[in-house]
């Protein structure tokens, strides 16, 4: 009886540190605005049809069925529909991974058109295993995940590199810059989103990773030690202190004070000026 027997040859073999976030299937509707945006992550993105426009750093793309786009973590893009058949495409959210490119550029597009079978099917694949959740798709997709990336670079190529990305998130330092300076203003989880241009659940998992707290304890935290520095150094009422402060009310501003400082803002007021 024949036999054949293959032995791998490299035993040092490095793993693939890349997280999947997410995917989503979208089809693009004109009521849907495509404002620039950037991520923490990179984005894997299938073109299933349609045609349309990548915007990627103020250039634009045409992109076409089977069309495979790559934006690696911290680049501003946003996807346009042209034609009447509207752009339908699968994205992955990917952390932890950047991809290396010709010519330092940090995306790449190209068609797979002669593997539309190979990647319709990896693309799909995750695609059912997250709607259905079935026991165990996490580890699924964690593997389906791998082998799509070794099979994009066997197509295109490219090389990759694992990355710390939240340390290098420009948007979660922005959003720490806009709450400092914008503090005394109504400010929701609706607004940090709209400024930074993310998904609300992944700007707190992307802020709460990087400085260990979440945007809007954060918040809390500047307004409070505004607060101190407003009754240490100014007459203003205790209500006026919780306005200029950025506090929707006093007994909100009360309760806050209280947690963060372990005494309440008149006690602390007296003992700043008994000092």
Known sequence: MPIS???????????????????????????????????????????KRGKGNYLIEDQIYPVKEDDFIIINSNITHTERSVGDIPLEYIILGVEGLNFSFEGDHEHIIFSCRNDHARFMYHMNGLLTEMEEKKPNYELVCQDMLEILIVNLIRRAHFDFESVSSVKSSRECIKLKQYIEMNYPQDITLDTLAEVSHLNKYYMVHAFTRQFGCSPINYLCEVRIKASKELLATTDYSITEVAQSSGFSSQSYFAQCFLKHCRMTASAYRKACRSE
């Not at 490299?10 to 540190?17: L, Q, R, T």
């Not at 999947?20 to 073109?47: A, G, M």
């Open 5 to 47: 027997r293959y032995s791998m040859e490299n035993d040092n073999i490095n793993p693939i540190n890349a997280k999947l976030l997410y995917v989503t299937h979208s089809v693009y509707e004109n009521d849907w605005p495509s404002l620039p945006h950037t991520h923490y992550f990179t984005e894997l993105c299938y073109i």
